[in-house]
């Protein structure tokens, strides 16, 4: 036996973060990860190439075991399919994030996946290589390949992807002291139905607006300038057209703003929503929204977290 | 005589860099200053409220001598309704920009105006507040408020600006080392056409690529990574559209980026185009756009500047 067999593992546990997706102004290119909630996802090593579920816990019931119609599953094919590691993986995954939430669930059971699956190859890959395979993972719930869930729960903190086939990922500092507020409200929104309520075009003066304010945000986020985050953390693009789905938006964006918040706006297809503040703002930005939600009739889960974690990671089975 | 009085000035002048806008991937949001050319302007104390215009001087013939028509003409007069300092401004106009070449020469001429008549003011503004004056300026020619030429020429390197009505202003750092090539095919492009051409809507799926690319350039910019620079310094959506008023084009921007450029543009409303390139690769870069011209029966001008300034100050009159 050589000291390589040896260290083998036959079994592997990751955790992946939640994430909220778009930020405003990055539609489908900007998250950040949301660490006080995620999936786990087991992988095992099996003798024969392929992929099976074995099955799942957490808060999400019914998941597909066909793995060509579950995100980890499909995450998994395509790591088998590119690397053909000469074994086959089974996983079992542990969801902890509500499905149809927007806080990134699929995306992050899928990560979860290709990060345990990845500590049991002879030759690990990079995270950029598995954010390609989560990707495929991904796209079996959402109907589209998109990383901005993907990214942040994979790499952690606020992060950009630039590109699809060839993904450039940039992990942006957020200045410190700056708390994210998500609020939950009790209600399922399909990914695919809110991508599908979307105008096929941009008016010009609002493409250039949303530039401008994706601009502000990342050069404030750059240098430190809160002034500049709260001037552009406005979404003139797609909020307009999601927030019909979500009872009580209007209301709940206006009690965050008029107690502090830097921004307000809808976590990736929603229906949680999510605010920025600084840390003495936080908690009446949170009550604040929950009251607005429970005007509207919304019970509500919420969470205020600092925007900075370490992405999936490996973790005790 | 107070000391106040006794340091009036009755007269000065400044100059105001050349600029390019949009850079790929900033439409009507950014711009950089190119302080090889600029424009100058004089402007001197009167003692009737109001502006006129006593001529010009250099590469631009007839300059409207209505104030009204005259861009640094209208920032004047903005900026007299504004004030009201008790006293009229007399410009004259030394122009070093070619009219209709996509470096800003409207805007360069406007910010000299307000520079200038800003050292005769009791109290000086802040370039801030002088950038709203140069805006109405600028207007007069371009049709519609914009300020990718006005703020780079005022604050001088990379600039960003976010917003119209309220604007604010962002200096984004350029890596050491990249240097801008321009080239300037002998035509005129009116910048009223070169707007009216454009689609009044954006695909939603050029749409998120600019965006990538807008938030990829400036984060590569912030964190000197030239690969990301260069992976997203792609304009997909206004450069298509106006590329065909441009002859060669197609080879220019070929020619630059096989000799090394890390992209390659329209500079702002065109004909001039430009790439920016390492230090080391700048002349070659140069040579081949402006043979690729040649080639397509341009005769060019060119320059190649490092992107740093100070922007408009004053000057010796």
């Known amino acids: 036996?050589?000291?390589?067999?040896?260290?083998?593992?036959?079994?592997?546990?990751?955790?992946?973060?939640?994430?909220?997706?778009?930020?405003?102004?990055?539609?489908?290119?900007?998250?950040?990860?949301?660490?006080?909630?995620?999936?786990?996802?087991?992988?095992?090593?099996?003798?024969?190439?392929?992929?099976?579920?074995?099955?799942?816990?957490?808060?999400?019931?019914?998941?597909?075991?066909?793995?060509?119609?579950?995100?980890?599953?499909?995450?998994?094919?395509?790591?088998?399919?590119?690397?053909?590691?000469?074994?086959?993986?089974?996983?079992?995954?542990?969801?902890?994030?509500?499905?149809?939430?927007?806080?990134?669930?699929?995306?992050?059971?899928?990560?979860?996946?290709?990060?345990?699956?990845?500590?049991?190859?002879?030759?690990?890959?990079?995270?950029?290589?598995?954010?390609?395979?989560?990707m495929q993972g991904e796209a079996v719930s959402s109907g589209s390949l998109h990383v901005d869930n993907i990214s942040p729960s994979l790499f952690g903190g606020l992060v950009l992807t630039v590109g699809i086939d060839n993904p450039r990922v940039k992990q942006i500092p957020v200045p410190n002291g700056i708390r994210a507020i998500l609020v939950h409200p009790h209600l399922f929104l399909s990914t695919k139905a809110a991508r599908g309520i979307l105008?096929?075009?941009?008016?010009?003066?609002?493409?250039?607006?949303?530039?401008?304010?994706?601009?502000?945000?990342?050069?404030?986020?750059?240098?430190?300038?809160?002034?500049?985050?709260?001037?552009?953390?406005?979404?003139?693009?797609?909020?307009?057209?999601?927030?019909?789905?979500?009872?009580?938006?209007?209301?709940v964006r206006a009690a965050a703003m008029a107690n502090g918040a830097l921004g307000c706006t809808i976590s990736g297809a929603g229906p949680t929503m999510f605010a920025w503040s600084l840390d003495a703002d936080a908690v009446k930005v949170r009550d604040a929204m929950v009251a607005a939600f429970q005007a509207a009739g919304k019970e509500t889960d919420d969470w205020i977290v600092a925007i900075s974690s370490t992405g999936a990671c490996l973790v005790p089975g």
């Open 199 to 251: 105008k096929p075009d941009v008016k010009m003066s609002d493409f250039i607006w949303q530039t401008a304010n994706l601009g502000g945000f990342i050069s404030g986020c750059y240098t430190n300038d809160l002034d500049m985050i709260r001037a552009s953390f406005e979404d003139v693009v797609i909020e307009k057209q999601r927030s019909q789905l979500i009872p009580g938006f209007d209301a």
């Open 1 to 134: 036996m050589t000291a390589q067999s040896s260290s083998k593992l036959h079994k592997a546990t990751a955790f992946a973060p939640a994430s909220a997706a778009n930020v405003a102004i990055g539609f489908d290119i900007l998250g950040f990860s949301v660490d006080v909630l995620g999936d786990k996802c087991t992988v095992t090593r099996t003798d024969k190439p392929g992929v099976t579920i074995s099955g799942s816990s957490g808060v999400v019931k019914d998941i597909p075991r066909d793995p060509e119609k579950n995100t980890a599953g499909r995450a998994l094919l395509a790591m088998q399919e590119s690397i053909k590691p000469g074994f086959g993986f089974d996983a079992f995954i542990e969801k902890g994030i509500p499905l149809g939430s927007g806080l990134g669930g699929s995306a992050a059971s899928a990560v979860a996946a290709v990060v345990a699956a990845n500590a049991l190859l002879d030759k690990p890959l990079t995270k950029l290589e598995l954010l390609k395979f989560a």
